[in-house]
């Protein structure tokens, strides 16, 4: 497996809700401008993982995290890190797309705004190229002050993506982007993903392994916790190392 | 903007249709230089059929790769199903097309150093119309043209014929004279090889049709 250049390094990574331990152990290289696929059954850990690359799961009482998640070189668990910095660097997609009550421009432009953004000449500039960047534009530009939430599933959820480009993170984290949305949102989704990797690093939780198929470079088979193989996606799905993992690909289990 | 840009699985299935074009035309290349060997009596075309081996075999394992990773990556279904399924059938035939032309290559490189000369019958006739047939196929693959593929498969039984003719003759000959027998052979062998690339090329006709319309016209069930 050929990891040519790493953005996110997770060493050594235990999660523990209370008692019960969510995370065991991780050790995980995510490349830069690539994707990267996380796959498994339900509660095997890999939402709980993706959140600890942006440090949602501070948001949880009872967590408790030990080892660290190198971004850039940098421990972002370390003490004195700004997390609100860090979130600005990691966007995140829900799988329930959650735009604001607001219109489409001021979706968009909320996080600029809130970074002390107020040129509108600028502001324009950033609503469009997000709204470009997230392949909605063409749909949209003709009626930006439209509430965000007067468009479809899929549209909600590619604005939600424009919304998560204006504040010009690095990194984006996708939790089950599309398991809310019909086949052909899906798919503009996907396809919209194969190209957003040109310019950011992607991590994205699937319970569908064929997206993950689709989409990905690079994937992580989580179970109960553990990661039981990572690897370029072209091997996992046609010669997996571990029984477990051609077990869970072939439908066999999970 | 998503909906004008071509999915990148249809990328690769049109990366994977220019591989099997440009390995049929090599293909093709190697059969008529083998075939122009014989009748120019030119063993240096022979050898470019041997070249050609190397490119053809090369062709045939990146294609072989390419198809598992799109079944295995992107599920492909219906026509797009189709295509894959015909592809692994059709690169086969075509790497076999290319051996086909490279024994053929051999034998005349033996017929030149044999010491008598026979006629060579209908087999530049023959030799004609198994070209057209493979160019034929190929044609229709690349145009998605199923009507031009059952014209190759009617020309099937006229290379049976003409296969069977120049056995015949050739046989007759090697009787009333000895000498000739070590010509005569390259030139029967060179016959078989013929018949052999007319038939993979009506493979490759019938993967066509499969492909355009989901019927599996193979061993005359199309005339059903």
Not at chain 1, 13 to 40: C, E, H, S, W
Not at chain 1, 191 to 198: P, R
Not at chain 2, 136 to 161: E, G, Q, R, W, Y
Request: net charge negative; hydrophobic share 40%; proline share 3%.
């Amino acid at each position: 497996m050929r990891i040519q250049s790493t953005k996110i390094k997770a060493e050594n990574l235990n999660l523990f809700y209370g008692d019960k331990q969510a995370l065991r152990n991780i050790n995980l290289v995510i490349p830069a401008y690539k994707v990267t696929a996380l796959i498994g059954p339900s509660g095997c850990g890999k939402s709980t993982f993706i959140r600890t690359l942006n440090r949602m799961n501070d948001l949880i009482d009872n967590v408790r995290i030990e080892g660290s998640v190198v971004i850039d070189g940098t421990d972002i668990y370390k003490k004195g890190i700004d997390v609100v910095e860090l979130r600005k660097k990691i966007g995140m997609i829900f799988q329930k797309s959650n735009p604001f009550p607001k219109s489409i421009y001021d979706n968009v432009a909320y996080g600029p705004r809130i970074n002390g953004l107020r040129d509108k000449k600028v502001l324009d500039q950033i609503v469009e190229q997000s709204l470009r960047h997230a392949a909605i534009w063409d749909e949209v530009k003709d009626d930006l002050k439209k509430s965000g939430l007067a468009l479809s599933g899929g549209q909600q959820q590619r604005l939600c993506i424009a919304r998560a480009l204006a504040v010009q993170p690095e990194i984006l984290l996708m939790d089950e982007p599309a398991s809310a949305l019909d086949p052909i949102a899906t798919a503009k989704i996907e396809e919209l993903i194969y190209e957003l990797k040109k310019n950011y690093t992607i991590v994205i939780v699937t319970h569908n392994m064929q997206q993950a198929a689709r989409v990905s470079d690079f994937t992580a088979f989580f179970y109960l916790g553990e990661i039981i193989e990572y690897d370029e996606t072209k091997r996992i799905f046609t010669t997996p190392k571990e029984k477990r993992t051609e077990d869970y690909v072939t439908g066999r289990f999970g | 903007m998503v909906s004008n840009m071509q999915r990148h699985f249809e990328q690769e299935l049109d990366s994977l249709k220019t591989n099997l074009i440009k390995m049929g035309s090599i293909a093709e290349e190697s059969v008529r230089l083998s075939i122009k060997a014989l009748l120019n009596k030119d063993n240096s075309l022979a050898l470019r059929v041997i070249d050609n081996e190397e490119r053809i075999n090369s062709l045939e394992i990146e294609i072989d790769n390419a198809i598992v990773d799109i079944l295995a990556l992107q599920q492909p279904v219906a026509i797009d199903l189709r295509l894959i399924l015909a592809a692994q059938k059709i690169n086969n035939d075509l790497e076999r097309i290319g051996d086909h032309a490279v024994n053929i290559a051999e034998s005349v490189e033996s017929i030149l150093k044999a010491k008598e000369e026979l006629e060579l019958i209908s087999l530049p006739k023959m030799a004609e119309l198994a070209e057209k047939m493979l160019r034929n196929s190929l044609d229709s693959f690349i145009h998605n043209d199923p009507k031009l593929s059952m014209a190759v498969l009617k020309d099937d039984d006229t290379i049976d014929d003409l296969n069977r003719d120049v056995f015949r003759r050739v046989v007759d000959r090697m009787k009333d004279n000895q000498r000739t027998i070590e010509t005569g052979m390259g030139l029967i062998r060179i016959s078989r090889n013929l018949e052999r690339i007319a038939d993979l090329s009506t493979n490759i006709a019938e993967e066509v049709i499969f492909i355009a319309q989901a019927r599996i016209v193979k061993h005359g069930a199309g005339d059903k």
